[in-house]
């Protein structure tokens, strides 16, 4: 158990809708990052959060957004559902926005239909 | 070229034997290096960092070739429950993301 929660766990949208995900970090981290898998891939970066801040972004389209509140919890907001969003999205936290030493959740598996 | 890239197996070894993968990266400027273990959709955990001497952590061996750019982990004595993806992770200094490859897929028969 890494301590990182992400909910929900499981979801089925339809194109175009909109869709957000929830993840609470370990505590006493302070950054937060999310990433996407694909079925067969690696986790591609979608972006970082430190401080409340975004921190640094992969190459992901604008529709792909986030937040970071005072506790460090998070969230991924995906706008205009495409059929390629279908995907794990993990959550990962880090003590430092550096950390290299990713504690990651166990995902949100997202099927956009 | 993608920045991290690794031979996707499937590799089906029986226990008890060694079993040898690679990953390959583009950035010559990649300073950390780590290899995860990923079960079955599930989420990826941190196996072992990478040093520039190698690195054993049990039946585990990692080593890093920096002038061919490449890192490679080795299993030896391979248990069932060694069954897994295995991810190579790469990351730039000063980087606040981690470049995965796609994996490595290991499968150990009884």
């Known amino acids: 158990e890494t301590g990182v929660t992400q909910s929900p766990t499981h979801l089925i949208k339809t194109r175009g809708q909109q869709v957000t995900l929830r993840c609470s970090s370990q505590?006493?981290?302070?950054?937060v990052s999310w990433y996407q898998q694909a079925l067969g891939q690696g986790p591609q970066f979608i972006f970082q959060y430190y401080r409340e801040e975004e921190n640094g972004r992969g190459n992901f389209p604008p529709r792909f957004s986030g937040l970071q509140f005072p506790n460090y919890s998070s969230e991924l907001n995906v706008n205009a559902l495409e059929l390629d969003d279908s995907a794990l999205y993990l959550c990962?936290?880090?003590?430092?926005?550096?950390?290299?030493?990713?504690?990651f959740g166990s995902g949100t598996q997202l099927s956009v239909l | 070229r993608k920045e991290v890239e690794q031979d996707p197996g499937p590799f089906n070894v029986p226990e008890g034997a060694t079993v040898a993968f690679n990953c390959t990266y583009s950035?010559?400027?990649?300073?950390?290096f780590f290899w995860y273990r990923q079960d079955c959709r599930k989420e990826p955990k941190l196996l072992m960092s990478v040093y520039s001497s190698g690195n054993e952590d049990g039946r585990f061996t990692a080593q890093l070739n920096r002038a061919s750019q490449y890192i490679s982990l080795l299993i030896r004595d391979s248990k069932l429950s060694d069954s897994a993806t295995y991810l190579c992770v790469v990351t730039a200094e000063g980087d606040y993301k981690l470049s995965f490859g796609a994996g490595t897929t290991v499968t150990v028969r009884a």
């Open positions: 950035n010559s400027a990649s300073q950390s």
């Open positions: 990962a936290s880090s003590s430092d926005r550096l950390g290299e030493k990713l504690f």
């Open positions: 505590s006493g981290h302070n950054t």
